[in-house]
């Protein structure tokens, strides 16, 4: 009997579509999470840990958080439901020699679930165009945050300020670092470290200067 493969799902041939047959972001980590983790990452100080602290990287995309949190010492879990967008990603930790440090996994988030405990959880603009649960998918990532651990969640705060009503819509509402932080509904035992609004300045489509409200929390479980 022949096997046939799973029929992808809606969200799963969108995000393949999405990403395409070439590279749609610039391979960079996100300008906010590495502030934020910078002090976290192990370096020469921190030789011990280094060896052993993990990170787990949700919608991971083609990898750019993924490799740099590589690139600083972090064996990293790297999960997103695009497979053309994890393959990018593997073949560029290949390139650059960190093919060893990076487990890519294909999987869905609404769904996925894991009995491994990181030291580092991050989700970085997971939203989604498609319908996506990502409140229950980041409060169910704070059980994946080993004790003394933490939990990084940036996204968008709101539309840029170009955009006309309509525009750049999500599946979810987009909510402030208030609003994030009662979502996760992280209870006793959690502290939060950082919960701001932060206002970068982009490019309009025609080039004028614009700007977009990004939410950005790190908390740590004790």
Known sequence: MTAHPAPRSDAETFWTARYGDSPIWSGRPNASLVDVLE???????RADAGATATALDLGSG???DALWLAAQGWRVTAVDIAPNALDRGRAEAERVGLDDRVRWVQADLATWDTVERFDLVAASFLH????FPRA???????TFVAPGGHLVVIGHAGSPSWASHG???HAEPLVGPEEQVEQLALGDGWTVE???LRTRHIPAPDGRQATLDD???LARRS
């Open 128 to 131: 989604s165009s498609v319908s």
């Open 39 to 45: 002090s976290l990452v192990p370096g020469p100080e």
């Open 194 to 196: 950082v919960g701001e």
């Open 62 to 64: 083609e990898g750019g």
């Open 167 to 169: 525009e750049h819509e």
């Open 215 to 217: 939410t950005v929390v």
């Open 136 to 142: 229950a998918v980041l409060r169910r990532a704070t």
